[in-house]
T-cell receptor, first 111, second 113 residues
Framework: SQQGEEDPQALSIQEGENATMNCSYK?????LQWYRQNSGRGLVHLIL?????REKHSGRLRVTLDTSKKSSSLLITASRAADTASYFC???????????FGTGTQLKVEL | NAGVTQTPKFRVLKTGQSMTLLCAQD?????MYWYRQDPGMGLRLIHY???????AKGEVPDGYNVSRLKKQNFLLGLESAAPSQTSVYFC????????????FGPGTRLTVL
């Protein structure tokens, strides 16, 4: 399997705190994407970072990419209860925009 | 726009039965995908299509067949269901080209007894 590793598998924080999730992979990539999945629902795209980019921001989200270490991180600042969900990184390794997903991080934000 | 829709939402099959899952998108996307999601496994690609009339195998294609007769529809078939195919199935679509986000359907929860 080409699935990478995400850590932590589960993360529980208080509202207002920052949440950091990490993703490591093994093969070269065209881009790396992060998706969110609320319980029982489909995935929703959050942010995409290309292989020649090192950092990207979108609202309260900050993504970094280190291609030399084959790793990425997703930072959610000032978390809210509504951020409670599973977060997945997905690598686009080329050809038909196919994505290879990690196993995900379950984030719980408590009031 | 409805985005990506999947039919049915839930289904229970007996071992050996067959069924077809339907995915429809109204965004005029060229590429479509079928994934399965199992506990602790993330999503794994079953089959995908880069255009009407073309399909290709993904990571876990065995036991499944697909067809893309119309651009907006992507069908996933199980010819002889097995308990190992109990899973949640997601369809997704995206525009042609590189670096485009995928849009996902709400999923179909399939149980094979």
């Amino acid at each position: 399997s080409q699935q990478g590793e995400e850590d932590p598998q589960a993360l529980s924080i208080q509202e207002g705190e920052n949440a950091t999730m990490n993703c490591s992979y093994k093969t070269s990539i065209n881009n790396l994407q992060w998706y969110r999945q609320n319980s029982g629902r489909g995935l929703v795209h959050l942010i995409l970072i290309r292989s020649n980019e090192r950092e990207k921001h979108s609202g309260r989200l900050r993504v970094t990419l280190d291609t030399s270490k084959k790793s990425s991180s997703l930072l959610i600042t000032a978390s809210r209860a509504a951020d409670t969900a599973s977060y997945f990184c997905a690598r686009d390794t080329g050809g038909g925009n196919k994505l290879t997903f990690g196993t995900g991080t379950q984030l719980k934000v408590e009031l | 726009n409805a985005g990506v829709t999947q039919t049915p939402k839930f289904r229970v099959l007996k071992t050996g039965q067959s069924m077809t899952l339907l995915c429809a998108q109204d965004m005029n996307h060229e590429y479509m995908y079928w994934y399965r999601q199992d506990p602790g496994m993330g999503l794994r690609l079953i089959h995908y299509s880069v255009g009407e009339g073309t399909t290709a195998k993904g990571e876990v294609p065995d036991g499944y067949n697909v067809s893309r007769l119309k651009k907006q529809n992507f069908l996933l078939g199980l010819e002889s269901a097995a308990p190992s195919q109990t899973s949640v199935y997601f369809c997704a679509s995206t525009r042609a080209g590189t670096g485009n986000e995928q849009f996902f359907g709400p999923g179909t929860r399939l149980t094979v007894l």
